[in-house]
């Protein structure tokens, strides 16, 4: 595995940490299992200023009702100039983008949350303990290949952060695919 591909050597550690995990079944609970009940997509990561926040940018386009939040953030923080530019770079602009957290955030009936790594999506799972009417997967999983990890970009290179969004723009092209083959 090419650790630059994955950002940094703790990057290709955890995705490929992710991939043992996930080939070892230990992921299923963070598979889409209930396609049809989704009503909103809200896409996870830490600061919610680059990788949720472009996430959110590209399934508006698709036009995808949906939200992005941030596990641990200041609401209303903007995206940095590189995730701007290389949002820009992908045809997205990030400059209105405010950053929401999690505790500043409505959890609706019907929410599918997607985390960028494995730990976000644990630390949802704790969070919205006893909700049965959400759902919670990995982003990364309608990769292809899939990548359970997507790793963080933020203080990383120009690269870096094109090979990010590349993968999570295909992510939700690929989510978009899956969901629309769900409505009636």
Request: with cysteine.
């Amino acid at each position: 595995m090419n650790w630059r591909s994955h950002g940094t050597w703790r990057g290709a550690v955890r995705a490929w940490l992710a991939l043992i995990d996930l080939r070892g079944g230990r992921l299923k609970e963070f598979h889409l299992r209930h396609p049809q009940q989704v009503r909103r997509v809200v896409f996870v990561c830490l600061g919610n200023i680059c990788r949720s926040a472009y996430a959110q940018r590209v399934a508006e386009r698709l036009r995808m009702p949906c939200a992005s939040i941030g596990l641990a953030t200041t609401t209303g923080a903007a995206s940095p100039d590189t995730a701007q530019r290389a949002a820009q770079r992908c045809g997205e602009d990030l400059r209105s983008h405010r950053a929401t957290d999690i505790k500043d955030f409505e959890v609706l009936p019907g929410d599918l949350f997607l985390a960028m790594e494995v730990h976000h999506a644990r630390a949802l799972q704790h969070r919205l303990i006893g909700r049965s009417d959400i759902q919670i997967a990995l982003l990364g999983l309608w990769c292809k290949p899939p990548m359970p990890h997507l790793h963080d970009p933020y203080t990383l290179s120009d690269a870096y952060f094109d090979q990010c969004f590349m993968r999570v723009r295909q992510a939700v092209h690929g989510l978009h695919r899956t969901l629309s083959r769900s409505v009636p």
